[in-house]
């Protein structure tokens, strides 16, 4: 399988800001520094030279320089005082093996001193996961809420699964029935509604031609989602967040 890189959340937020990354001048003060990371929200700055970036001034570095030197005048200061060395990684960087400089650090530079390409933060980095792997389990949590609903709605579900499936077993050699609710796949959550209406909620029957389509593009956003990368791109979240909240809603 293929990795999640550092590259991947840099075009992920330039999605969001299409700006240059922010930095602060080698000549500029601390207090420069500190208006500067509090107007944009952010706990750290790269520090710029002519030569290219030198370094980063972060929040901890400033409280660093304050504690040593209680009387620090930072309106006066340079942030050579505060400038710490950060970590550097290329684009390609595999963002899981950057987990434990997270544990240290807050915050990589992406690129070169001569080129810097942009900042992830911890944050940045959580947030592309969750934004990633959220579809899967929002899948999951649908085929949970469909297998509560069978299960609460039957009297026998053992039962109810042999007799659903068992004339589509004898009929098609290339049809395997599930031994339980917790092997069932969407097809066969599509066929057990069918044929077991009555005993399931008024709700589906009512609305039987919108399950019937929901429960479809649910299945084909599922099938997207097992290509991984390329199928988080191209998913309908909205099916998915629809249907979640449906089948929540009939289990509730």
Same mark, same amino acid.
């Given at each position: 399988?293929?990795?999640?890189?550092?590259g991947?959340?840099?075009d992920?937020?330039?999605?969001i800001?299409?700006?240059?990354?922010?930095?602060?001048?080698i000549?500029?003060?601390?207090y420069?520094?500190?208006? #500067?990371?509090?107007r944009?929200?952010?706990?750290?700055l790269?520090?710029?030279t002519?030569?290219?970036?030198s370094?980063a001034?972060?929040?901890?570095?400033?409280? $660093?320089?304050?504690?040593c030197v209680p009387?620090?005048n930072?309106?006066?200061?340079s942030v050579r005082?505060?400038?710490?060395?950060? #970590?550097?990684?290329?684009?390609?960087?595999d963002?899981f093996?950057l987990? $434990?400089?997270?544990?240290?650090?807050?915050?990589v530079?992406?690129?070169?001193?001569?080129?810097? #390409?942009?900042i992830?933060t911890?944050y940045d980095?959580?947030?592309?996961l969750?934004?990633?792997?959220?579809?899967?389990i929002?899948?999951?949590?649908i085929? $949970?809420?469909?297998?509560?609903?069978f299960?609460?709605s039957?009297d026998?579900?053992d039962?109810?699964?042999?007799?659903t499936?068992s004339?589509?077993?004898?009929?098609?050699?290339?049809?395997?029935?599930?031994?339980?609710?917790?092997m069932f796949?969407?097809?066969?959550?599509?066929?057990?509604?069918s044929?077991?209406?009555?005993?399931?909620p008024?709700?589906?029957?009512?609305?039987?031609?919108?399950?019937?389509?929901?429960?479809?593009?649910?299945?084909?956003?599922?099938?997207?989602l097992?290509?991984?990368?390329?199928g988080?791109?191209e998913?309908?979240?909205?099916?998915?967040?629809v249907?979640?909240?449906?089948?929540?809603?009939i289990t509730?």
């Amino acid at each position: 399988m293929k990795f999640f890189t550092a590259g991947d959340v840099l075009d992920q937020q330039s999605e969001i800001d299409l700006r240059a990354p922010v930095t602060i001048d080698i000549g500029d003060t601390i207090y420069d520094a500190v208006v #500067k990371m509090f107007r944009h929200n952010f706990s750290q700055l790269p520090v710029e030279t002519d030569e290219g970036v030198s370094g980063a001034v972060t929040y901890k570095s400033v409280c $660093r320089v304050l504690r040593c030197v209680p009387d620090s005048n930072i309106e006066s200061m340079s942030v050579r005082s505060a400038r710490v060395d950060p #970590k550097f990684v290329g684009e390609s960087q595999d963002i899981f093996g950057l987990f $434990r400089t997270f544990a240290r650090d807050e915050y990589v530079l992406i690129g070169s001193p001569p080129d810097l #390409k942009g900042i992830l933060t911890r944050y940045d980095v959580f947030y592309f996961l969750r934004n990633q792997f959220e579809p899967f389990i929002k899948i999951g949590e649908i085929e $949970r809420s469909l297998r509560r609903m069978f299960v609460e709605s039957m009297d026998d579900m053992d039962r109810a699964i042999e007799e659903t499936f068992s004339s589509r077993d004898k009929e098609d050699s290339s049809f395997s029935a599930p031994d339980s609710v917790e092997m069932f796949t969407f097809e066969n959550y599509k066929m057990f509604i069918s044929q077991n209406m009555q005993d399931l909620p008024d709700q589906l029957s009512d609305e039987s031609e919108f399950v019937t389509d929901l429960l479809q593009e649910v299945q084909r956003n599922r099938n997207a989602l097992l290509h991984f990368r390329s199928g988080v791109d191209e998913i309908d979240r909205e099916v998915i967040n629809v249907a979640h909240s449906y089948f929540d809603g009939i289990t509730e």
